[in-house]
């Protein structure tokens, strides 16, 4: 039988210690903690002052700790406030996205007559726009970013088909709708 | 990691202290004080911890109040190391500077000293049990010793135990607060009456 050296017995005896003393204090009621913080020297409403924030805004249903009519209730609700901000920044995004749309689909109007006019290669020009997007996507700027993909479509529709072309449309999606690829949010 | 909500997670920070403060007791009333704010700082980083940490074996409540005590326990036991050997750190860093050219080994003395803590552990953990054996075989608590050679045969369970010693798990809880009062002055009187170092 292999036989542990002492030290590894003695961390298991005060580790085992430990567990039953946390045990016993879990017994203990209210009233009986405070008192026992008060005995110690330590204010328990002070010292309650520098808690860190709960891990989570809900307690497991049927909890041994909690009364039974704040079972399952928030504590605080920053969640909602996170998901509208959220939502109102998307939106914000998608308007942006359109108005600045419309105003270069003018633009392109007028462009597409020029590049007729002066014979400039539209597949060039559409990789450029696509440089230009994959630049914008680097800086995070996902609205300059769609607008150039866009444009460069336009000018080559299947340059749509290459993987950056690909990857950078997901990156924009994901960046301006971080909701929708999450269902049941 | 298990959610709890705000009144919860103070009422376990209420224990956790509590336990802090009854693992950092000293009957020097010099050092109560320092004590007192060593468990509060303990505890405190303790959650600290565990928030940062958010470990994901921790699906209960009860979970949460063990691995909190655990931290609690390390964080002191870390106070207690960075305490004692500060002096002895001190001295060392002041060989090394001393040292023409900063030599990249660890100094003799840095050696010495961790070697010389590392005995001290050994013999004060040897010394410890030898005695606790000692004390348990004189008050005939079969039921006490008979958990301590579990442990040193890696039987940690209280289950395993109990069959092993064909008693019941209450048996085995009810020896191990009794092993642990024994343990507890044992400790005391190896560490000087005081805590300290424990």
Known sequence: MSRRHPEEILAVLEEQAAEDEARAIAKMSDAALDDELRRAGVDPEKALENVPAAPGAFAPAGSALLPADNAGKPSRAPRRRVRWSVAWTGAAAVAACLAIAFALSQKDDTREDAVAAHGRDPTREASELRDQAFAACDREEWALCQIHLDAAKRLDPRGEESARVVRARQAVHDALFPDASMPGQ | ?198
Request: charged residues 35%; aromatic residues 4%; glycine residues 4%.
């Open chain 2, 1 to 198: 990691m298990i959610e709890v909500a705000k009144q919860e997670w103070e009422r376990l920070f209420k224990e956790v202290l509590v336990a802090a403060l009854r693992m950092t007791h000293t009957k020097d009333s010099m050092l109560v004080a320092t004590h007192r704010d060593r468990a509060r700082e303990a505890t405190q980083r303790a959650f600290e911890r565990c928030l940062r940490v958010r470990p994901a074996e921790v699906r209960s409540v009860d979970a949460l109040r063990a691995y909190l005590v655990k931290a609690v326990r390390s964080e002191l036991s870390h106070a207690n190391d960075e305490q004692e050997s500060r002096l002895e750190r001190e001295g060392a860093a002041a060989v090394e500077q001393a040292t023409v050219g900063g030599s990249v080994h660890t100094s003799a003395e840095v050696i010495h000293l961790d070697a010389a803590r590392a005995l001290r552990r050994r013999n004060r953990a040897a010394l410890a049990i030898e005695r606790l054996r000692e004390e348990l075989t004189a008050q005939s608590d079969a039921i006490a010793l008979g958990t301590v050679d579990c442990i040193a045969a890696g039987k940690t369970e209280p289950a395993d135990q109990a069959a092993f010693l064909k008693c019941s798990v209450e048996e085995i809880y009810a020896a191990r607060k009794r092993r642990k009062r024994v343990l507890e002055k044992i400790l005391d009187a190896l560490d000087g009456g005081d805590k300290e170092d424990a």
